[in-house]
């Protein structure tokens, strides 16, 4: 007896297709197709919540980057931190990301010129707190409103977040946190663990940039006393 169609997706690259094959038709690998839901038809139309207004019409406050502090890394990310904001920040290895983000963490946590002090949670899950914590006394990245997690499970950082409310999260780093559909590590992953903070705090798509070792990011709704 004939199969019924069934959309079968490689496990390597993606591809689909509807026959039983041994090998993916694009990556060649062997035995990687496996059964998927069918593609859908695509989303039915709906009616917006509201119009869309003129590009004149629409404020650009809410996008104004906050500085940082930080000279260089503000002319890198434009006028500084924008509101709902992620940023990744990758490097070769050793080269002092997570040293710089503790740095932005700690003035963020004190304020400063065009900003006042806000709430901020620094998420390691990489080191132990005592390590940061002995890294911070090296370079005075210290303040009452710093807070400090060592943790992995997106799970529990998630929890970090809405127990503490920062208007800054700084997680170092984003391929060592595991989360509900697997363990660390994978661009799928990384893009995961990415996006939830953000859900959690009622963020509705916010811009991403390149990298994939730490990420740094302003909850939107914020003050910027």
């Known amino acids: 007896m004939a199969r019924n169609p069934t959309n079968l997706t490689c496990t390597e690259c993606g591809w689909s297709t509807t026959r039983w094959l041994g090998r993916c038709g694009q990556c060649q690998a062997w035995g990687s197709l496996v059964e998927s839901a069918p593609p859908s038809a695509g989303p039915a139309t709906a009616t917006p919540a509201a119009a869309a207004p003129r ?43 997570s040293t710089l983000l503790l740095e932005v963490a700690a003035r963020w946590a004190a304020g400063g010129p065009g900003r006042g002090a806000h709430r901020t949670l620094y998420v390691t899950a990489e080191e132990s707190a005592p390590q940061v914590r002995r890294r911070a006394d090296r370079t005075g990245a210290l303040g009452e409103n710093l807070y400090l997690a060592a943790e992995s499970d997106l799970g529990v950082v998630l929890g970090h977040i809405e127990a ?62």
């Open 55 to 97: 590009i004149t019409e629409v404020s650009a406050d809410a996008a104004r980057g906050v500085p940082t502090g930080i000279g260089e890394l503000d002319r890198v990310l434009g006028d500084g931190l924008v509101p709902g904001a992620v940023v990744l920040l990758g490097s070769e290895p050793g080269v002092g990301k």
């Open 164 to 225: 503490i409310a920062p208007s800054l999260l700084v997680l170092d780093s984003v391929q060592t946190v595991s989360t509900p559909e697997g363990p660390a590590g994978g661009g799928g992953r990384r893009a995961g663990v990415v996006a939830h903070p953000g859900r959690a705090r009622g963020d509705e798509g916010p811009p991403r940039g390149g990298g994939h070792r730490s990420a740094a990011r302003r909850p939107p709704g914020t003050s910027r006393r």
